[in-house]
């Protein structure tokens, strides 16, 4: 079966410091990856998504960024961080199959607080 | 994908059917409804989805009007562990699995 991990749980992280969120899904092939970020009380906000290695698109200008280095393995970044980047971070992922009747998978996300 | 509208919260009883109303007025004819939930302190996780037919599976219902341009998810005995932000979400069955865009939801609050 499919199963997806996000580490580390929470984070508090300094304004102006580097982060690193990891995320990667095991029992499938080629997945599509997203990131999104949901601040407090707030919606889901899609950040980036990845139809393959190498390949991100962005949906939103700011100081993040990410990559995908392996099939199933999706980083997000930022070389320094900002007070608006706190937030609940999710990953997610969806089969490699042309069609909308794709179910969404999400991970259990990473609670990041910047101070 | 097209846009939804949801009402921002609703509110229910334990034990009575609670609707959840969705427009998308702008649906295209390949667009699929989806529904999922997002559990306090959780991701979101799937519920339900549909084309054109009503469907019915261990968690909900899904009534889609003979327009498409509306739908209505339906929990038939809401319980406190079905609070939680529910959104309605169109997939396009034509395109590719690039973007899925999430609407704020309705907050559905179960009380005893």
């Known amino acids: 079966s499919q199963t997806i991990h996000q580490w580390p749980a929470t984070l508090v992280q300094p304004v102006g410091s580097p982060l690193s969120l990891e995320c990667t899904v095991e029992?499938?092939?080629?997945?599509?990856l997203y990131w999104y970020r949901q601040a407090a009380g707030r919606g889901l906000q899609l950040l980036f998504y990845?139809?393959?290695?190498?390949?991100i698109s962005s949906e939103v200008p700011q100081n993040l960024s990410a990559s995908r280095p392996q099939d199933r393995q999706f980083i997000l970044s930022s070389k320094k961080l900002l007070l608006s980047d706190s937030g609940f971070y999710l990953c997610?992922?969806?089969?490699?199959?042309?069609?909308?009747?794709?179910?969404?998978?999400f991970g259990p996300g990473t609670r990041l607080l910047v101070l | 994908d097209a846009k939804t509208t949801q009402p921002n919260s609703m509110e229910s009883n334990e034990e009575e059917p609670v609707h959840l109303p969705c427009n998308h007025s702008?649906?295209?004819?390949?667009?699929?409804i989806h529904w999922y939930r997002q559990l306090p302190s959780q991701g979101p996780e799937y519920v339900i989805h549909?084309?054109?037919s009503n469907v019915n599976n261990r968690m909900a219902s899904l009534a889609i009007a003979e327009d498409r341009k509306s739908s209505t998810l339906i929990l038939h005995r809401a319980t406190l562990r079905d609070a939680a932000v529910y959104y309605c979400?169109?997939?396009?069955?034509?395109?590719?699995?690039?973007?899925?865009?999430f609407g704020t939801g309705t907050r559905l609050q179960v009380t005893l």
């Open positions: 997610a992922w969806i089969p490699d199959l042309a069609g909308g009747m794709e179910t969404q998978y």
């Open positions: 029992g499938t092939s080629n997945p599509n």
């Open positions: 990845s139809v393959g290695i190498g390949q």
């Open positions: 702008t649906i295209s004819g390949t667009d699929y």
């Open positions: 549909g084309l054109t």
């Open positions: 979400i169109l997939r396009d069955v034509a395109g590719t699995a690039s973007k899925l865009t």
